[in-house]
């Protein structure tokens, strides 16, 4: 199983990224699937998530009305789109997979069990 992140880069302030998390291995659409980040000096923290059936998302205060998690259950993909980027918003960003079917998707790190090795953005001021 391995999930592969990408479309990390370096962007100004007020700049748009769309991330993507390709599975292999498995497929995960019956499963919640998310995003964290963790910024140099900082725990890893929650920033959306997305059920396997349900369509309901999660997302954490810092990125509602920016961000947008979606997934194409035919490519067993998930995305984050990442719009009016801030520089507290640089870090890398983790894909997960919790392999427990709920309604509404978990924001606890602990509860996903498999990751990708993360897509560094870094926003510029």
């Known amino acids: 199983v391995q999930l592969q992140a990408s479309g990390g880069g370096v962007v100004q302030a007020g700049g748009s990224l769309r991330l993507s998390c390709a599975a292999s291995?498995?497929?995960?659409?019956?499963?919640?699937m998310a995003w964290f980040r963790q910024a140099a000096g900082i725990e890893r923290e929650f920033v959306a998530a997305?059920?396997?059936?349900?369509?309901?998302?999660e997302y954490a205060d810092s990125v509602k009305g920016r961000f947008s998690i979606s997934r194409n259950y035919a490519r067993n993909t998930v995305y984050l789109q990442m719009n009016s980027l801030k520089p507290e918003d640089t870090a890398v960003y983790y894909c997960?997979?919790?392999?427990?079917?709920?309604?509404?998707?978990?924001?606890?790190?602990?509860?996903?069990?498999?990751w990708g090795q993360g897509t560094l953005v870094t926003v510029s001021s």
């Open positions: 997960a997979v919790d392999l427990q079917t709920r309604y509404r998707p978990t924001t606890n790190s602990g509860e996903y069990a498999y």
């Open positions: 997305i059920s396997g059936s349900s369509g309901s998302t």
């Open positions: 291995g498995r497929t995960f659409n019956g499963y919640p």
